[in-house]
DNA sequence: GGTAAGATCAGC
DNA sequence: CTGATCTTACCT
C-alpha cells in the first residue's frame, strides 16, 4: 500500500515520487519503464491546508479536476494547449485536493517503443522531457484518467524507492500565478531535467502570490 | 451556445 | 518567437 505514503502534503509527494520508476502497458502494448527525475507539486482551493493560486484545483472541484480532490495514488492526467497530455499523481488524504506534477523521467526499458512513440531522430535525453513528451514517451492518455498506479493491474504504474531522494528544488515551470514558489524538485545530474523558463505571462520576480 | 485562456512543444 | 489545436470554465 505505498498510496498511503502519498497522503500527504503535495511537496512531501513530491520529493517520494522523484527516483520512482513508472511503467506503462504490457501485454500487446509495448512496456516502458522510467525512472522520474522532475516534479512540481500543486496544491488546492484557499480554504484547503495547501493554497495555490497555480493549480488546476484551486477554483474547487470539478469533473476535470475531481481525481485531484481523491484518494492518493491515482493518475491525474488533462490535455493542455490542445495538444499535450500532461500526468500528475494525486496526493492528499481523500478529500483534499493536491498532486505532483510528472515533468521528466530517464527511460530505463522500452527505449526502442519510446523512440517510436516520439520519433526517431529525438535525443536520448529528450525522450520524456516535458510533461507532454512524457506522456507521449509512455503512451499516457486521457483514458487513464483516475486510475490507481499502485493497482499491479493498472495500465500505469509507480513504484517508489526504496530510499528518499535528496532532491534541488526552484521555481515551477510554465505557471503564471505564484511563479516564485519554489515548488518544482529534480535530481541533480540528469540531461532529462527541463531548463526552467519562466512564464511569459507570470509578473515580475519577487511579485508575492 | 459562444468564447477566451491554458501546468506545452516543435519548427521557423 | 510563433503556430498548432482542443478542452474546460465561465460567461451570455
Not at 31 to 52: C, F, K, L, M, S
Not at 147 to 153: L, N, P, R, Y
Request: proline content about 9%; charged content about 20%.
Amino acid at each position: 500500500m505505498s498510496s498511503r505514503a502519498l497522503s500527504t502534503d503535495p511537496v512531501t509527494a513530491a520529493r517520494l515520487l522523484l527516483g520512482a520508476t513508472l511503467t506503462s502497458g504490457g501485454g500487446t502494448t509495448g512496456e516502458v519503464t522510467a525512472r522520474i527525475v522532475e516534479v512540481e507539486a500543486y496544491g488546492g482551493p484557499p480554504d484547503g491546508p495547501w493554497p495555490d493560486p497555480a493549480s488546476h484545483s484551486h477554483r474547487g472541484r470539478s469533473t476535470r479536476n475531481a481525481v485531484m480532490f481523491g484518494s492518493a495514488g491515482r493518475l491525474y492526467t488533462y490535455r493542455s494547449h490542445g495538444i499535450h497530455i500532461c500526468a500528475n499523481i494525486s496526493c492528499g488524504p481523500g478529500g483534499t485536493a493536491a498532486a505532483v506534477l510528472l515533468r521528466a523521467a530517464v527511460i530505463e526499458r522500452g527505449i526502442g517503443v519510446a523512440r517510436q512513440r516520439r520519433g526517431a531522430l529525438v535525443a536520448e535525453p529528450a525522450l520524456a522531457r516535458g510533461p507532454g513528451n512524457l506522456c507521449s514517451a509512455l503512451a499516457i492518455t486521457m483514458d487513464h484518467n483516475g486510475v490507481d498506479v499502485f493497482d499491479a493491474a493498472s495500465p500505469v504504474r509507480v513504484r517508489l524507492a526504496d530510499s528518499p531522494a535528496d532532491p534541488i528544488c526552484g521555481p515551477r515551470v510554465g505557471v503564471s500565478v505564484a511563479a516564485d514558489r519554489p515548488w518544482r524538485f529534480w535530481l541533480a545530474g540528469h540531461p532529462e531535467v527541463s531548463a526552467y523558463r519562466r512564464s511569459p505571462r507570470a509578473p515580475l520576480p519577487g511579485v508575492s502570490d
